[in-house]
Every structure is written in structure tokens, then in C-alpha cells.
RNA sequence: GCGGGGAUAGCCUAGCGGUAGGGCGACGGCCUGCUAAGCCGUUAUCCGAAAGGAUUCGAGGGUUCGAAUCCCUCUCCCCGCGCCA
């Protein structure tokens, strides 16, 4: 959420970043305009309120001294009356107001690249050594800007889709039997294979401070606003029937709620936690899109990065959160680029996204493996989550950044690491999944 | 699920129809050669340029001129009993 003061008093930054995010600026002036109003009956409504207390306080002397107060309390009770008319206008103008103002979206971080859709993002950086089948070169140059070592195979890898299913490492048309499209039994192998990631990835994350957290896989209505946008509840969080429970869709979202109605003190910034759990996507809007196998599925796995800091500090952690992201793909062997998100594709809680997306030998392009965000203090503020400093209270920053999504890390595994007949484990997920290979053939 | 006890500002605690009091902690100041002690002040949210005012006793209703206090509904926590992976 933003801050009210900041719509009063610079209502053309707003303004601008309603332009930037291809939004409409006249929301802005909804939003002052309730806003005027508001303050104009709370002030009425604060002044009848006053006359109100001195009267019962009148009341109360002189029954003290046991004189007769009828008809200060016939004043009292015409005086409720009026209270009870401006009340409603009251709330009424506010409820008005929030609801608009929870329904903006974050100021953009200056580095925002400009853009309309996920074609203007800004890859800037890039790792590693890809295997590229000769006919997605030119796909290949352009989408690593010439940049990224890269070997030609005249062979195209077994999609992970096909390798899956002809392996028995999972069944997704049973799971589809029994749970619809975009399920998947894991088996064998991918099932170790998956504790492995995730002890790797919340290894790598406790040796750097994060401490490990297993969180509420639910959450209440409250919660789940705070953490999320209201456009999230329509395409991506699904609800349980006749509860005011909500299914998480990464553990940033309980992570966040964590400290919610909190006052942090100011000398235990920054926190940093690993979570770990399953995350629940409804996946509205995207049919037709990588329908079969499980790169785009309604439940996986993921350890997660979440930082509160002081908000001088964010800047400095998100490159962190995005070095220890790029760290574990490194160490997986996964070519990769990092993107910097366009103003058009970013979502409305982040000021400042990067991606990571490995190059996929068998797709022949590259895809989105990681997210790492700085939230400023969007959250914070929805949450009503402080931190008591020096001078007084302030709200803290949040990050968030995928450490690995299980899934879809398996799946670059299988589409780079193929190799003769079958596929070479990455050095450090050795030690948890107990072999270096996984025999196909 | 049943019975009993709770929820008061960052924490602890009093108040149980008549302007929410005390303690701890934190911060600022005074006093000290320094530290401690001691003393004074600040320590939730909102409106207001300020003076000031309004709200806030788990949440929501009700009774009353007036509710932390009385009544109703709900949530959560603690102690027993029951059920249970």
C-alpha cells in the first residue's frame, strides 16, 4: 500500500507512475478527492464528538452534586443522533478511499526499464555455458545479446515432458485422472531428487544466516491481502470452501504475514528467513501454455529467500538475495541470464524485479527459474508491520527471491544434464540424493 | 468437542458504570571527573500549520447521558477432560 502522504503532498509522482505501469492517473485524483472529504467530516464529526464528552462530563458533576441534568442529557442524545449521521458518511468516504488506495500499485524503483509487456525486459547479465541445437542458434544469439559461451548440439535433448513419462519419473496422466490438468505424481527418482534441491538450496541458505522456516500452508483473508495484490486473488490464490483460509502461493506470502501487526525493534534488522514449503497457483490466464509436464504446474515446491530491512538497505540486500539465487544455479551448472523486469510486466508489490531464466536445450529457449524482489515497504505497510528506531517508528523494508521452485529446476536439470543414458546429478546435490547419475536406458 | 480461567499502549500489571493508573524497558534532558543511582519528560493511531481535538482496554453488536467495567456473538491464548496422526 502506499502512503496516503504521499498521494497528498506529491500526487504527480503517482500520477507518473500510473503512466509508467500503462495505468490509469486519474486514480490519483479519486483518491485526493475522497480523501478531502474525509478529513472535512472528521473534522465535523470530531467536533460534535467533543461536545458530546463535555456534556456527559457536565452530566457528571452535577449529578455528583445531586442536581438535576435532564436536559443536558436530551442534548446528549440529539447530539448522538447527529454523531451517528456524520459516523456513516465517515466510513462510508473511507472505506471509499482505502479500497482505492490498496488497489495501487508500487512506486517504481528508477531502474525500471520502460515497457509494455515481458518483451521489454533487460537481460543484463548472463552465465555459463549453454548447449545449443544448431536450428535455435539465431533464437539463441539474440536472446543472450552475443554475450553467453555456448557449444552447438546436433542432437535436441529429450524434452522433459517426453523423459518423465517414457522413464516412469512422473505421472501426470493419472494425475490428471484424479486431480485435472497441471498435476503430477512425482516417482523414483525425481522424488529424491527433489529433497536433494531442497536441502541444497536451504543449506546454501542457513550457511549465509536465513533462518529455515516451515510456515502455515493457508492463510486468513487479512493475511493474504497484505502480502499479495487483490488481482492475485482472482488469477492465482485458491480459497477453501466455507473457511476464511486462503492456500499460499509461495512462502514470501506467510513470510510476510510473520511480524504482521508488529512493532520489530530496529537492532534485530535485518531478518532473514528460508522458507520452505509448497506453493498453490491457480494459473488463471495462462491456457495453452506449457500444457504438459511440470514446468507450469497448480502445486509445487520451493525454498524461498525473505529479508525485513531498514529501508536504506533494500537496494543492497536485493542484489544479495539475487547473488545467492544466481550462487545455487551456478553451482547446478545451469546457464542462465538475469533480466531486469520492464514497468509493464512487473505486478503491482514489486518496485524492482529480476528474473533468472536458464537456457533450456531442449525448448530452445530461455525460462524463468527464479524472481527476486524489492517490495520497499508496500507490504510492511499493508501488514502494519514497524520497526521502533531512535526517532521514532518507521516501516521496513521487504524482499523476496526463490532459492529453488523444485519443479522447474528439475526440469532445466533434465534438459541440460542429459547425458549418454541419462542424466548427471550436479556436484553438490550429491551428497542428498546418495548418486551422481539417474540411469534412463 | 466439553468445563474453567484469560486477552488493558513495546512488555508486565491495577482498575470491574463517571476523564485508563502503576511498574519495567527504550529514548531525550538535568545532575555528576566518568559510569551507576536519582529526578523530569517522551514512549499506540488519526485529524490539525499550530493550539488542540478525536480514537484506542482481543473483534463486532447491544444497554446507558456516560462502558475497560453490564449483556449478546465471535476469535485467539492458558489449565483440565475427551478424541486423534
Redesign the pocket.
Given at each position: 500500500m502506499l502512503d496516503?502522504?504521499l498521494i497528498?503532498n506529491n500526487p504527480e509522482v503517482v500520477r507518473e507512475n500510473q503512466k509508467k505501469r500503462n495505468l490509469d492517473p486519474a486514480d490519483v485524483d479519486k483518491i485526493l478527492e475522497l480523501?478531502r472529504i474525509?478529513?472535512e467530516n472528521?473534522?465535523v464529526?470530531?467536533?460534535l464528538?467533543?461536545?458530546?464528552?463535555?456534556?456527559?462530563?457536565e452530566?457528571?458533576l452535577k449529578?455528583?452534586k445531586g442536581e438535576d441534568?435532564s436536559s443536558?442529557?436530551?442534548e446528549?442524545?440529539k447530539?448522538?443522533d447527529d454523531i451517528e449521521r456524520v459516523e456513516n458518511i465517515v466510513e462510508e468516504v473511507k472505506r471509499k478511499r482505502d479500497s482505492l488506495l490498496w488497489k495501487m500499485p508500487n512506486i517504481l524503483d528508477e531502474d525500471v526499464p520502460y515497457g509494455k509487456d515481458e518483451n521489454d525486459n533487460v537481460p543484463f547479465r548472463f552465465w555459463g555455458r549453454a548447449k545449443v541445437f544448431r536450428e535455435d542458434l539465431d533464437n539463441f544469439l539474440r536472446d543472450s545479446k552475443g554475450s553467453m559461451e555456448y557449444e552447438i548440439i546436433e542432437d535436441r535433448p529429450l524434452s522433459h515432458t517426453d523423459l518423465i513419462e517414457k522413464y516412469d519419473l512422473a505421472d501426470t496422466l493419472r494425475a490428471g485422472k484424479v486431480a485435472g490438468s497441471r498435476f503430477y505424481y512425482l516417482k523414483r527418482d525425481l522424488v529424491k531428487l527433489e529433497l536433494a534441491l531442497e536441502m541444497f538450496a536451504l543449506d546454501h541458505l542457513v550457511e549465509k544466516g536465513f533462518i529455515p522456516v516451515e510456515p502455515p500452508f493457508m492463510l486468513t483473508r487479512r493475511a493474504m491481502e497484505g502480502a499479495t495484490d487483490l488481482s492475485s486473488f482472482e488469477e492465482t490464490i485458491y480459497k477453501v470452501e466455507n473457511e476464511d483460509l486462503y492456500l499460499i502461493a509461495t512462502s514470501e506470502h506467510p513470510l510476510a504475514a510473520y511480524h504482521m501487526d508488529?512493532?520489530i525493534?530496529e537492532n534485530s534488522l535485518p531478518l532473514k528467513y528460508a522458507g520452505i514449503s509448497p506453493c498453490f497457483r491457480k494459473e488463471a490466464g495462462a491456457h495453452g501454455k506449457d500444457t504438459k509436464g511440470i514446468f507450469r504446474v497448480h502445486q509445487f515446491n520451493k525454498v524461498e529467500q525473505f529479508i525485513y530491512c531498514h529501508p536504506e538497505e533494500s537496494r543492497k540486500f536485493h542484489e544479495e538475495i539475487l547473488r545467492n539465487a544466481e550462487e545455487i544455479y551456478q553451482k547446478l551448472e545451469l546457464p542462465y541470464r538475469v533480466i531486469n523486469i520492464c514497468s509493464g510486466d512487473i505486478g503491482n508489490v514489486a518496485s524492482k524485479k529480476y528474473d533468472i531464466e536458464v537456457w533450456m536445450p531442449a525448448q530452445g529457449k530461455f525460462r524463468e527459474v527464479v524472481s527476486a524482489s524489492n517490495v520497499k515497504d508496500y507490504q510492511a505497510r499493508r501488514l502494519n508491520i514497524?520497526v521502533?528506531g531512535?526517532?521514532?517508528?518507521y516501516y521496513p523494508h521487504t524482499l523476496n527471491s526463490t532459492a529453488v521452485a523444485t519443479t522447474r529446476t528439475m526440469v532445466a536439470i533434465i534438459e541440460n544434464h542429459q547425458d549418454g543414458d541419462g542424466i548427471r546429478i550436479p556436484d553438490p546435490l550429491v551428497k542428498y540424493f546418495g548418486k551422481d547419475f539417474i540411469k534412463i536406458k
Open positions: 496516503i502522504n497528498r480523501d474525509w478529513r472528521l473534522q464529526l470530531e467536533r464528538r467533543n461536545l458530546k464528552n463535555r456534556k456527559v462530563l452530566i457528571s449529578l455528583k441534568a443536558e442529557r436530551d446528549v442524545k447530539l448522538n508488529e512493532i525493534e514497524r521502533r531512535r526517532y521514532g517508528n
